[in-house]
């Protein structure tokens, strides 16, 4: 395969320290060393999450993360709500119809924000256990205002589940202190490694209402995830042969990330965003989220019509730049750049930017 620079929503470019233990030899997923150093990386995640209570690796993509949250809080009749205003708001609609037939949905345009008042009135009307939602929806670039709406929860009683799995470590997110009860991520996007981990974080609410549901399955199942976690804790902790080197480099990319510090990682997010918009509409290109509403990691822009395949083919053969295309009806027009992490940087946009001119001057 051809070696392009990624700048596209994940997976990321990485750090060659963050690469490394991908390619040292095999250690065993349990015994003293390796539960010490498990855990370890556990404590580093929580200061991410920044939550006092249990976080799970799972082998997996974002989505077995979200599987697992939606499947332990949900089955077999739980009711949810879902606001959604993008691909990957059906997602989740998606998946919690495979474990409960009470899924109501709120639909939002493309490229809009959540609206709270609707949220409000749904829940007003309406009990549900469950009220779940993105963070940044990757599919347009759009941040939803996870924080008011974790306030809502809060006040009509809901567990609250939030996909932050193309935000964490990228915008704000308290998970304590905002009341959020599920958290689920994923490594290969602002935590800074390879693809191959989910993560869970997982709130004291949410545990009580876990202990009360009919969880199916195993693997994908919270419950037992907690129970190995406690019963082989000292050698074990986990239910499964872990993927020992990914959990090895996502241990490099938290290091790294803490050792930068959240808000200084933040306000560099938002510094290259800012750049990249500017320069975006310097060449006469429209981002698709107003900037009041637009994430830090992940950038739609509407493309010359009827010419986005051909610019993104022009970026990869003529500048060896990987951008992404969109999906679902926005699939063709609009592109997506990805600038998360070591992508987040002066360099990386102007490199971006400068391509992309000649591909306009060209196609």
């Known amino acids: 395969m051809k070696k392009l620079r990624l700048m596209i929503p994940g997976p990321i470019e990485l750090?060659?320290?963050?690469?490394?233990?991908?390619?040292?030899?095999?250690?065993?997923?349990?015994?003293?060393e390796w539960t010490a150093f498990y855990k370890e990386t556990i404590g580093l995640l929580k200061r991410v999450f920044q939550t006092e209570r249990g976080v799970f690796l799972l082998p997996g993509s974002g989505s077995?993360?979200?599987?697992?949250?939606?499947?332990?809080?949900?089955?077999?009749?739980?009711?949810?709500l879902i606001p959604r205003n993008g691909f990957f708001g059906d997602r989740l609609e998606e998946i919690a119809r495979t474990y409960t037939p009470h899924v109501r949905t709120i639909k939002f345009p493309l490229g809009q924000p959540i609206e709270l008042d609707s949220v409000e009135k749904a829940l007003r009307k309406e009990h549900f256990e469950v009220v779940a939602a993105v963070h940044c929806e990757t599919s347009t670039g759009v941040l939803n205002p996870i924080r008011e709406l974790s306030?809502?929860?809060?006040?009509?009683?809901?567990?609250?589940?939030?996909?932050?799995?193309?935000?964490?470590?990228?915008e704000p997110l308290e998970m304590d202190a905002w009341g959020i009860d599920l958290c689920v991520s994923a490594s290969q996007k602002g935590l800074e490694s390879p693809p191959g981990l989910g993560l869970v974080a997982v709130g004291k609410a949410a545990w009580k209402w876990i202990n009360q549901v009919e969880s199916p399955g195993w693997y994908l199942n919270l419950k037992v995830w907690k129970e190995y976690e406690k019963k082989w804790g000292n050698w074990h902790p986990h239910p499964v042969t872990h993927a020992v080197n990914n959990v090895r480099a996502l241990r490099v990319g938290v290091e790294r990330i803490l050792s930068e510090g959240l808000e200084n990682r933040f306000q560099r997010h938002r510094e290259t965003t800012a750049q990249l918009r500017q320069g975006l509409r310097n060449l006469g290109l429209e981002p698709y989220v107003p900037d009041e509403s637009a994430s830090h990691g992940v950038t739609a822009v509407i493309g010359p019509e009827g010419k986005?395949?051909?610019?993104?083919?022009?970026?990869?053969?003529?500048?060896?730049l990987l951008l992404a295309g969109s999906l679902g009806e926005l699939k063709g027009k609009v592109f997506r750049i990805g600038h998360m992490g070591p992508g987040a940087t002066s360099e990386a946009v102007e490199t971006v930017l400068s391509a992309l001119d000649k591909a306009l001057s060209t196609i």
């Open 64 to 80: 077995a993360g979200l599987d697992a949250a939606l499947g332990s809080t949900l089955f077999p009749d739980g009711r949810v």
């Open 15 to 32: 750090a060659p320290e963050v690469l490394a233990p991908m390619a040292e030899p095999m250690v065993a997923h349990y015994g003293k």
């Open 308 to 320: 986005v395949e051909e610019l993104l083919a022009y970026m990869r053969q003529q500048h060896k």
């Open 151 to 170: 306030k809502l929860c809060q006040h009509y009683g809901a567990l609250f589940i939030v996909d932050a799995i193309s935000s964490l470590a990228i």
